[in-house]
């Protein structure tokens, strides 16, 4: 494949400079990488920057162009990585150098996602410079590795953006490229469980009661066998995921029998569970698993993650009529409909904007992400920016713009 630079930035190259800028949260923040996008990006092409900043230091970035009367669609994602942690030591390169070995291009970000970011404004670059309707956008969120306070779920809030329909690039593969265009956007609930009996010498544990963190483990052990209720399935065909025991705390040292235990657990949501009949249902099986044993307190977590619900959007919405046709051109065939294994951005967009949200079409695959030798394929940097450029295209040639959006332009 010609990898060219002469439609606009090289997205190999962009990746290279984004990856190079360390956006790690928490940690330094998306001030610099935002700036460095606007001065090299932005600028140049004479695009319309919007800076939306609820918390300092932390902005969210909209490049758009306006090419007239038309739909108008926006390409997201967000701008900070998980940090390097304590993965540092495996891996095999700089995690802050991008390095091109065998097709694969290295680096901290790569996949998720300063190479689908790099690939959508190249994407960007080309839509402004071919005549036709509508109007195209790049936004770059913070804060989306730790709950998006700073960012989705501020821009929701706030009735941001004003569009017609919305694709977040997140890599689109589990295990390998392209495995899906993700219509479901799995949701999440975290919830705690603290449990209290009486702590005491190890040596009279026999009387002093229940071990805390005994009486734990039996309710991570139902957590683990615990099937969430489901009210209506949806339309794309997937289950919750439930991970229990994701932390425990409890138990002060040897020679003490400990009481209290804290224990967190996890469901990845899907469309058709309802918050209320989940809750009660773990309400019911923290207790009958405790069986009076213990005190217990039950919290679900307040900062978005104790109930963040899956979203899902229709296959006949037009923005997936477009990214359907965009990906059989480029690719020669259309990857499954599917669900996100993971909770994206859509979880904030789709409730507050009413609006279509792809919750994953993106180079890439999510099992390197969030660990050591992160990558993504460099030819998919390439592709990706070509199905974006094509999705912008068929989408503004095809798609009605909404009341709301036409408002707003």
């Given at each position: 494949m010609e990898h060219s630079s002469a439609h606009g930035p090289d997205p190999l190259q962009l990746t290279a400079d984004l990856v190079g800028i360390d956006s790690h949260n928490p940690g330094p923040g998306e001030a610099a990488i935002s700036d460095f996008v606007v001065e090299h990006v932005a600028i140049p092409l004479g695009a319309e920057v919007t800076r939306f900043e609820p918390v300092p230091g932390r902005p969210n970035v909209m490049l758009t162009i306006d090419r007239g009367p038309g739909p108008h669609l926006v390409?997201?994602?967000?701008?900070?990585?998980?940090?390097?942690?304590?993965?540092?030591?495996?891996?095999?390169t700089d995690p802050l150098t991008l390095v091109v070995d065998d097709g694969l291009a290295y680096g901290l970000g790569a996949s998720d996602m300063k190479g689908p970011i790099a690939s959508m404004l190249t994407a960007l670059h080309r839509f402004a410079g071919r005549d036709g309707p509508g109007k195209a956008s790049v936004l770059l969120t913070a804060d989306e590795e730790v709950a998006s306070a700073a960012g989705a779920a501020a821009l929701a809030a706030a009735g941001q953006p004003r569009c017609d329909a919305l694709v977040i690039g997140e890599p689109s593969g589990a295990d390998r490229p392209w495995e899906m265009i993700a219509l479901v956007s799995r949701g999440i609930c975290c919830v705690e469980i603290e449990l209290t009996t009486t702590q005491g010498h190890s040596g009279l544990s026999e009387l002093r009661g229940p071990n805390a963190v005994v009486v734990a483990a039996d309710v991570v052990r139902a957590f683990h066998e615990f099937s969430p209720p489901v009210a209506v399935p949806g339309p794309i065909n997937c289950a919750p995921t439930v991970n229990a025991g994701v932390t425990v705390s409890g138990g002060v040292g040897f020679g003490t029998s400990p009481g209290r235990c804290v224990v967190g657990c996890e469901i990845r949501l899907v469309p058709g569970m309802d918050q209320a009949e989940v809750e009660a249902a773990i309400r019911t099986l923290v207790h009958d698993a405790v069986a009076g044993r213990a005190e217990v307190a039950i919290r679900f977590?307040?900062?978005?993650?104790?109930?963040?619900?899956?979203?899902?959007?229709?296959?006949?919405?037009?923005?997936?009529?477009?990214?359907?046709?965009?990906?059989?051109?480029?690719?020669?065939?259309?990857?499954?409909?599917?669900a996100y294994p993971g909770t994206t951005e859509a979880s904030h967009f789709i409730p507050a904007l009413g609006i279509p949200v792809i919750a994953s079409l993106g180079p890439g695959w999510l099992s390197v992400a969030h660990g050591p030798n992160e990558c993504v394929g460099v030819d998919q940097l390439y592709e990706a920016a070509s199905i974006y450029h094509?999705?912008?295209?068929?989408?503004?040639?095809?798609?009605?713009?909404?009341?709301?959006?036409?408002?707003?332009?």
């Open positions: 390409l997201s994602g967000h701008l900070d990585t998980k940090p390097v942690g304590d993965a540092g030591p495996l891996w095999n977590l307040d900062d978005g993650r104790g109930w963040a619900a899956a979203t899902v959007v229709a296959p006949d919405e037009q923005v997936v009529v477009s990214a359907r046709r965009a990906c059989r051109e480029v690719l020669g065939a259309e990857p499954p409909l599917d094509l999705l912008l295209e068929d989408f503004c040639a095809a798609a009605e713009p909404t009341t709301s959006s036409t408002n707003h332009r």
